[in-house]
């Protein structure tokens, strides 16, 4: 079965709004996969999203229910098939823990979006403006619906 986890710095922002949009999007495309996302700092562990984050996607039919923070654990590279880093400096992390035996995939979320994305970082929007959450929204939306089509493909 195929699991996807998103990750982030501190997991209440960009790889929740991920896991929230992406549950949503593979559900409407009829996929049953599991679905979670982490960050690679244990700051909020056990917090809800960011509210900002939350009504952004709310506003955009999104669900967050039950979503709270957590670190990365070792355990995630066996459980998850897909494991997707909101950003490089993310993705270099997961790499440095990463256990020598991981088959999966492991990679920048934007690699599935628009040519625009592909590379690109999707900018923390913790410290940014109201706007942010919206760039973000954009950006995993795009992301989302390419691996979706790479998935079915």
Request: charge should be negative; proline fraction near 9%; hydrophobic fraction near 30%.
């Given at each position: 079965m195929t699991a996807i986890l998103f990750?982030?710095?501190?997991?209440?922002?960009?790889?929740?709004?991920?896991?929230?949009v992406f549950r949503a999007r593979a559900a409407g495309a009829g996929l049953d996969i599991e679905i979670d996302s982490a960050g690679t700092g244990a700051w909020h562990t056990g917090q809800?999203?960011?509210?900002?984050?939350?009504?952004?996607?709310q506003m955009r039919g999104y669900d967050f229910t039950s979503q709270s923070a957590r670190a990365v654990e070792s355990l995630d590279f066996a459980r998850f098939t897909h494991i997707f880093a909101m950003d490089a400096?993310?993705?270099?992390?997961?790499?440095?823990?990463?256990?020598?035996?991981?088959?999966?995939?492991?990679?920048?979320?934007t690699d599935f979006g628009r040519a625009q994305d592909?590379?690109?970082?999707?900018?923390?929007?913790?410290?940014?403006?109201?706007?942010?959450?919206?760039?973000?929204l954009d950006m995993i939306e795009r992301a989302s619906d390419g691996l979706i089509a790479a998935l079915k493909a």
């Open positions: 990750v982030c710095l501190g997991n209440i922002c960009r790889s929740p709004t991920a896991e929230a809800s999203p960011d509210s900002r984050a939350m009504e952004a996607g400096e993310n993705l270099a992390h997961l790499e440095s823990m990463k256990p020598k035996g991981y088959s999966g995939h492991l990679g920048l979320f592909k590379g690109q970082d999707v900018p923390d929007p913790y410290y940014g403006g109201p706007h942010g959450f919206e760039i973000v």
